[in-house]
C-alpha cells in the first residue's frame, strides 16, 4: 500500500511495540533499504545530494548517542553542517540560528555545558534544538518526546505548530497516544503493515486505533480534544474464585 504524506501537515505514526514504526521512519529517512520507492518533493530520494537533502530533510533518531564530551552550543551547531563550506567557521546567521533554537527548547541556559552531564530530558531537547538548527521543511523525528515532562512536551508541541503554519512538514512516531492525537494526520501501524492512515479526528482513524491495539484502548473528546483511555485486559477474570 502506498503511503503519502502531504507537505504542511504533521503526521503522527503510532502502534504497538513492535509495529514498525522506527523502520518506517528509518526508510523514509532513507537510512534503510526499501522495496519500493520514496520520493521527496516529488524527486526520488536517492537522487538527491546528500548535503541537498540534508537541507531538506532533517532527522532525529530514537535514545542517539554520541558526543558526550561536547557542549550543548557545539551540538546543536552540527545542524548548521548542512549549510556551511567544508571547514568553514560559523557565521553570525548560523549562531542566530543556533541560539533561536536552544532557546525554542528552552536549553539555552545550558549551552556551555557539555552533554554528557545533562539529564535525559536535557539531553533530548538540545538533540531536538540541533534538529530544528537545520531549518529544513521536513522534520523526522523518533520518539521525540522520551524524558521529556509534560511543560516541555507543551513546548515541543508548539515547535512542531509553528513548523507546519510556516510550510514545513514534521513526521513523528510517538507512543503518547493522546499527543498524536493532536496531529493533522495519524498512521497506524500493526504487525508491520500499514493499517490506516488518515486524520486524526475522523472516526475511521480511531477505529483503526482501537483495532491496533486490541481494543485496550477507549477514545473520548474531552473539552474539544481527543484522548485515548487504556481499558483494562478483559480476556483473562479479573479474580479467581
Do not use: Y
Request: charged residues 20%; hydrophobic residues 45%; glycine residues 8%.
Amino acid at each position: 500500500m502506498a503511503l503519502e504524506l502531504p507537505q504542511g501537515r504533521w503526521c503522527a505514526v503510532v502502534g504497538p511495540n513492535g509495529a514498525g514504526k522506527s523502520t518506517l521512519l528509518r526508510v523514509l529517512a532513507g537510512l534503510l533499504p526499501c522495496q519500493g520507492q520514496i520520493s521527496l518533493w516529488g524527486r526520488p530520494l536517492h537522487d538527491w545530494p546528500a548535503r541537498a537533502r540534508a537541507r531538506q530533510l532533517a532527522w532525529l533518531g530514537q535514545q542517539e548517542g554520541g558526543g558526550e564530551d561536547l557542549l550543548a552550543w557545539d551540538i546543536a551547531m552540527l545542524g548548521r553542517l548542512p549549510h556551511r563550506p567544508w571547514l568553514a567557521d560559523a557565521s553570525a546567521h548560523d549562531q542566530a540560528i543556533v541560539a533561536d533554537a536552544l532557546r525554542s527548547m528552552q536549553v539555552w541556559a545550558l549551552r556551555g555545558r557539555r552533554l554528557g552531564e545533562l539529564s535525559g530530558g536535557e539531553r533530548q531537547r538540545v538533540l531536538l534544538a540541533r534538529l530544528l538548527a537545520v531549518q529544513a521543511p521536513l522534520l523526522l523525528m523518533d520518539e521525540p518526546l522520551a524524558h521529556l515532562d509534560p511543560p516541555h512536551q507543551a513546548d515541543w508541541l508548539a515547535v512542531v505548530r509553528a513548523q507546519v503554519a510556516a510550510g514545513g512538514t514534521v513526521v513523528s512516531v510517538l507512543h503518547e497516544l493522546n499527543m498524536a492525537l493532536a496531529a493533522d494526520d495519524i498512521v497506524v501501524l500493526r504487525a508491520g503493515r500499514l493499517l490506516h492512515h488518515g486524520p486524526a479526528a475522523c472516526p475511521h482513524t480511531h477505529a483503526a486505533l482501537r483495532a491496533a491495539f486490541d481494543g485496550r484502548i477507549s477514545i473520548r473528546q474531552l473539552e474539544r480534544q481527543w484522548v485515548a483511555l487504556p481499558q483494562p485486559d478483559r480476556s483473562e477474570p479479573d479474580h479467581a474464585d
